[in-house]
């Protein structure tokens, strides 16, 4: 039998991902981009050990490492004093416990990383997917330009105003979380004076929270602030900031998260919507992928981490059962869809864990973290293993035995 022809609407993180996987399994997909040129946000991402161990699987250590930095630590302090709340160890302790590191990366050299694995020959740039028309066993897929492209299967990895999603499942309404959030990256120069170190720090304040890593190497300093808002519209990673504004929403905090506010120059900000769990992530000879399938907010830092896992099981039901794609997808959502809907809701709880304003509320947690840090630190260091220790490929790779073993008896 020929192989299948695969098309995937979106070149961002999840779609190069997926693409990466396909190729490694036998596929020869083909990413097609809506961007006329390739200019991944510039911002920094967390590679959980989940995340990174996919990466590994699929060939992309040596750059990934290269481009990387290893936080030591995550370390949560006290918005006015610095007086740390809590701290759990990364760094060591996650290659010794999960097998895999922690690394912090700018989007850009992530980008790169699986650009460069997969090659440049499968991406198509200035092509938006406008929608699609099943038809003929298959997939017609539509673009902007008024041109088409035929596919066994189509892969909607084209982010949370998905136009696949919308084609398969109709418009929805995003649910706004009622904050929005600032994000900034600056020469690590800069801010030299402070003495800051590797580790992935959050600074909780009434209402909100500052947290800041190093990327690049080391080289530059990533900031992301969360901060209340009742109404803002716009769901855009690229809406422009400014500096003042930035810092207007910290007065009165550390003498440390007031200069790394001054420090900065482009600013910008975007509002913090999700989308509940959909009831199905496919349709007929389609599916969807990261944050087109399970938008979350970003309090776990699992977005691109979820969309990479994603993209290796998905590829794993696909080498097992090509010639059966719809059987294929319904594995994928059945082993896929239970985890990312925990982490959707997860991720809303942590957005209120974060963001107490009552003094007696954030008196409570404060307090009851500090005495879990000093009298039982494993509870805080081992609270993420569901999330961190899991290997999506080996679960990939379990279900195919499990079915296996079905179909034999």
Same mark, same amino acid.
């Given at each position: 039998?020929?192989?299948?022809?695969?098309?995937? &609407?979106?070149?961002?993180?999840?779609?190069?991902?997926?693409?990466?996987? #396909?190729?490694?399994? =036998?596929? $020869?997909?083909?990413?097609?981009?809506?961007?006329?040129?390739?200019?991944?946000?510039?911002?920094?991402?967390?590679?959980?050990?989940?995340?990174?161990?996919?990466?590994?699987?699929?060939?992309?250590?040596?750059? #990934?490492?290269?481009? &990387?930095?290893?936080?030591?630590?995550?370390?949560? @302090?006290?918005?006015?004093?610095?007086?740390?709340?809590?701290?759990?160890?990364?760094?060591?302790?996650?290659?010794?416990?999960?097998?895999?590191?922690?690394?912090?990366?700018?989007?850009?050299?992530?980008?790169?990383?699986?650009?460069?694995?997969?090659?440049?020959?499968?991406?198509? /740039?200035?092509?938006?997917? +406008?929608?699609?028309? $099943? $038809?003929?066993?298959?997939? @017609?897929?539509?673009?902007?330009?008024?041109?088409?492209?035929? &596919?066994?299967? /189509?892969?909607?990895?084209?982010?949370?105003?998905?136009?696949?999603?919308?084609?398969?499942?109709?418009?929805?309404?995003?649910?706004?979380?009622?904050?929005?959030?600032?994000?900034?990256?600056?020469?690590?120069?800069?801010?030299? =004076?402070?003495?800051?170190?590797?580790?992935?720090?959050?600074?909780? =304040?009434?209402?909100?929270?500052?947290?800041?890593?190093?990327?690049?190497?080391g080289r530059q300093l990533n900031c992301v602030a969360v901060v209340p808002a009742k109404?803002?519209?716009?769901?855009?990673?690229?809406?422009?900031?400014?500096?003042?504004?930035?810092?207007?929403?910290?007065?009165?905090?550390?003498?440390?998260? #007031?200069?790394?506010?001054?420090?900065?120059?482009?600013?910008?900000?975007?509002?913090?919507?999700?989308?509940?769990?959909?009831?199905? !992530?496919?349709?007929?000879?389609? +599916?969807?992928?990261?944050?087109?399938?399970?938008?979350? /907010?970003?309090?776990?830092?699992?977005?691109?981490?979820?969309?990479?896992?994603?993209?290796?099981?998905?590829?794993?039901?696909?080498?097992?059962?090509?010639?059966?794609?719809?059987?294929?997808?319904? $594995?994928?959502?059945?082993?896929?869809?239970?985890?990312?809907?925990?982490?959707?809701?997860?991720?809303?709880?942590?957005?209120?864990?974060?963001?107490?304003?009552?003094?007696?509320?954030?008196l409570r947690r404060n307090t009851q973290l500090r005495l879990t840090h000093r009298f039982?630190?494993?509870?805080?260091?081992?609270?993420?293993? !569901?999330?961190?220790?899991?290997?999506?490929l080996a679960e990939a790779s379990a279900a195919a035995r499990e079915e296996s073993t079905?179909?034999?008896?």
């Amino acid at each position: 039998m020929s192989c299948p022809r695969i098309l995937i &609407a979106g070149g961002g993180i999840g779609g190069l991902a997926a693409a990466l996987a #396909l190729r490694r399994a =036998g596929f $020869e997909p083909r990413v097609f981009e809506q961007a006329a040129r390739l200019q991944p946000v510039g911002a920094g991402i967390q590679m959980s050990p989940n995340a990174t161990r996919a990466l590994l699987q699929l060939g992309c250590g040596e750059h #990934l490492r290269a481009a &990387a930095v290893a936080p030591e630590s995550l370390e949560v @302090r006290s918005w006015n004093t610095g007086r740390r709340i809590f701290s759990t160890p990364l760094g060591e302790r996650c290659l010794q416990e999960y097998g895999a590191p922690y690394y912090h990366v700018h989007r850009a050299d992530l980008h790169a990383v699986l650009l460069k694995a997969l090659g440049q020959e499968p991406l198509h /740039l200035s092509a938006r997917c +406008t929608g699609f028309v $099943e $038809e003929d066993g298959g997939v @017609r897929v539509d673009f902007a330009d008024g041109s088409s492209q035929w &596919a066994d299967l /189509l892969i909607g990895a084209d982010g949370i105003h998905s136009a696949v999603r919308t084609a398969a499942f109709g418009p929805e309404r995003p649910r706004f979380s009622g904050y929005a959030a600032f994000r900034a990256v600056l020469p690590a120069e800069r801010i030299q =004076g402070l003495r800051l170190q590797r580790n992935l720090t959050s600074w909780w =304040g009434p209402g909100r929270h500052f947290m800041h890593y190093f990327i690049s190497g080391g080289r530059q300093l990533n900031c992301v602030a969360v901060v209340p808002a009742k109404t803002w519209p716009l769901e855009s990673w690229s809406a422009q900031g400014t500096s003042s504004e930035f810092l207007s929403e910290f007065q009165g905090w550390h003498p440390a998260v #007031l200069e790394m506010i001054r420090a900065t120059e482009q600013v910008f900000k975007w509002a913090l919507y999700d989308r509940e769990p959909l009831p199905r !992530w496919s349709r007929g000879h389609v +599916t969807l992928l990261g944050d087109a399938a399970h938008p979350m /907010l970003p309090f776990q830092a699992q977005g691109g981490a979820q969309a990479i896992e994603d993209a290796v099981v998905l590829a794993g039901c696909l080498s097992r059962s090509a010639g059966r794609p719809r059987e294929a997808l319904e $594995e994928y959502e059945r082993l896929r869809k239970p985890r990312t809907s925990r982490i959707q809701g997860v991720s809303r709880g942590s957005a209120e864990l974060f963001h107490l304003a009552r003094p007696v509320q954030v008196l409570r947690r404060n307090t009851q973290l500090r005495l879990t840090h000093r009298f039982r630190p494993g509870r805080l260091a081992h609270r993420m293993d !569901w999330l961190y220790a899991h290997d999506a490929l080996a679960e990939a790779s379990a279900a195919a035995r499990e079915e296996s073993t079905h179909e034999r008896h």
